[in-house]
Structures are given as structure tokens and as C-alpha cells.
């Protein structure tokens, strides 16, 4: 599994910027992309592929996104609470606090500034993504009862996965 899970350190770093977009920067993008895919999922940060550099792919609702150094540059709308999950964390999911709305800005593989405005599913996921490259996860936004709980349920399930 390429997938690194909760406990590898490099999910707890903050992921450093990338300077030139060269070949190295266009293949971790590509791994990331098949990653995501493979693992069905809605977003995917390069930390959890081991790879601690401010790249994060998006793909919800029909967008589909590579963006190199994100940058949020706000949050906005309301506060809703939805179930959230993570391919670093597998098996489990909670209720998570995010805003409605967010924007980045980022630059894509051809070396364009982009903007994204995401509302709902995609405001989500590219809070989520955000985390992980700031080294944190949808676990923190937690109570830490809450957060304690869970990784219990966590540990069990990879326990009986296991063995
Ligand atoms: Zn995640």
C-alpha cells in the first residue's frame, strides 16, 4: 500500500514548497493522481505518498484539480458539521466542522496560477488536503475525547485487519 497511514512522521511535518516544477515534480503528481484513484478517493496531499512537498490533487463533483503550493486564501460561509474520512486514516470517519466556502490559489503542472473557488464537497476536501500539508488531519478538528475514541476504533481495526 502506498498510502502512508496515521503514525508516519512525515504526515506530521509541514510540507516544504516546490521550486521548479521539473520531471521529479511531474511524477509525483502522477503517482499521487493513480493513488487517489485507486484508493477512490476525493483528494489526495503529497505527504501521504511519503512525499513531504506542498502538492495536493482534487477530484470532486466532476473537478478535477493538480496544484502545486496552494495557498488558502479564505474561508467563508457557514459552518456545517458532515461525516469525513481519510486515506491516511482507513476504516474510520466523524463528523467534521468545516466552512462552506474556501479558495486557493495555487499553480498547475503547466505552470499557471490558478484559482478554485469550492463550495460544499469541494470546500471540504480542499480544507482537508490543506491540513495535511500543514501536517495535521481531520482528527484534530476534533474533541479529544472525540479524537481519542476514535483512533482506539482506529488501532482495533488494523489490529483485526492484521492478523
Ligand atoms: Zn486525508
Do not use: W
Not at 467563508?76 to 466523524?94: N, T
Amino acid at each position: 500500500m502506498e498510502i502512508r497511514t496515521y503514525g508516519d512522521p512525515t504526515l506530521r511535518r509541514r510540507a516544504e514548497p516546490v521550486g521548479t516544477i521539473d520531471d521529479v515534480i511531474r511524477a509525483i503528481c502522477e503517482r499521487m493522481v493513480e493513488a487517489m484513484l485507486r484508493a477512490n478517493g476525493a483528494g489526495l496531499a503529497a505527504p501521504q505518498i511519503g512525499i513531504s512537498k506542498r502538492i495536493i490533487v482534487l477530484d470532486v463533483d466532476g473537478e478535477f484539480h493538480v496544484l502545486i503550493n496552494p495557498e488558502l486564501i479564505e474561508t467563508s460561509g457557514e459552518v456545517d458539521q458532515f461525516q469525513e474520512g481519510c486515506l491516511s486514516v482507513p476504516g474510520v470517519d466523524a463528523p467534521v466542522e468545516r466552512a462552506t466556502r474556501a479558495v486557493i490559489e495555487g499553480t498547475t503542472l503547466d505552470g499557471k496560477t490558478v484559482r478554485i473557488e469550492g463550495e460544499g464537497l469541494l470546500a471540504r476536501a480542499i480544507q482537508h488536503e490543506m491540513d495535511h500539508l500543514n501536517g495535521s488531519f481531520f482528527l484534530d478538528h476534533l474533541s479529544p475525547a472525540r479524537r481519542q475514541s476514535l483512533l482506539k476504533e482506529y488501532q482495533r481495526r488494523q489490529r483485526e485487519e492484521s492478523s
